[in-house]
């Protein structure tokens, strides 16, 4: 976990902007965020409000990506994986905030996992990069950790990626599947959204409630 003074933007990129609230996104239905620090039963929660265990539970930080559970009569989801070019700007703008090491003394621009090159160059810019941070007792920071989930994550997604934003659908039987990507940080840092669809009648129609990362 970092520290709110050790977290460092490294890239942002300007969406949109609303003077007035009548330009506020119109939501589809009520909106409830379940927020917390890590490991304090949010998804619990949830899973009992749901009555079934949905969301992956567990000692440690579990939930590593917000997940938006909406109520629906048909059960089911998906999971939304960014587009290359999305994860190579991401990963270069990370990259550019390490420090300088003996392996990339001129440091590459842009970075591309789908060339075995670049995955042994960033392998090891990232293991000297972890000895320089240590040895000057600095934490590993967020640039750091993005990096290396990049590069942990890329054999399990290679082949879901596209150049384009992809979903990853679910139906009943196979919904449960979102865990394997939400409850892992070298996955999650991959998705760029998750929408799971339960039936929950009780708490009315097109009800969204978002199990959010612990802060």
């Not at 003074?5 to 300007?14: K, L, M, Y």
């Not at 587009?83 to 990370?94: F, K, P, R, T, Y």
């Not at 139906?171 to 991959?190: I, L, P, T, W």
Request: glycine share 6%; charged share 25%; aromatic share 6%.
């Amino acid at each position: 976990r970092l520290a709110a003074d050790e977290v460092r933007i490294t890239a942002a990129r300007f969406l949109a902007a609303a003077a007035t609230s009548v330009q506020f996104p119109r939501p589809a239905g009520p909106e409830v965020a379940v927020a917390g620090r890590s490991n304090v039963g949010k998804s619990s929660l949830i899973n009992a409000l749901l009555g079934r265990d949905l969301l992956k539970r567990g000692a440690g930080i579990i939930t590593s990506f917000i997940t938006r559970i909406r109520s629906n009569d048909v059960p089911g989801g998906w999971i939304e994986f960014k587009s290359w070019d999305n994860v190579q700007q991401e990963l270069s703008g990370a990259v550019a905030m390490l420090p300088i090491t003996e392996s990339d003394p001129s440091p590459q621009k842009t970075w591309d996992l789908r060339k075995g090159e670049h995955r042994e160059r960033l392998r090891k810019k990232l293991a000297e990069a972890q000895k320089q941070l240590q040895y000057s007792r600095s934490s590993l920071d967020a640039p750091f950790i993005m990096a290396h989930a990049y590069l942990d994550g890329f054999p399990r997604v290679q082949n879901l990626l596209a150049h384009q934003p992809h979903k990853l659908t679910f139906d009943k039987d196979s919904m449960n599947r979102h865990q394997d990507f939400v409850g892992v940080e070298s996955c999650a840092v991959y998705l760029k959204d998750v929408e799971i669809h339960v039936p929950a009648p009780w708490i009315g129609e097109h009800v969204e409630i978002a199990d959010c990362q612990g802060s």
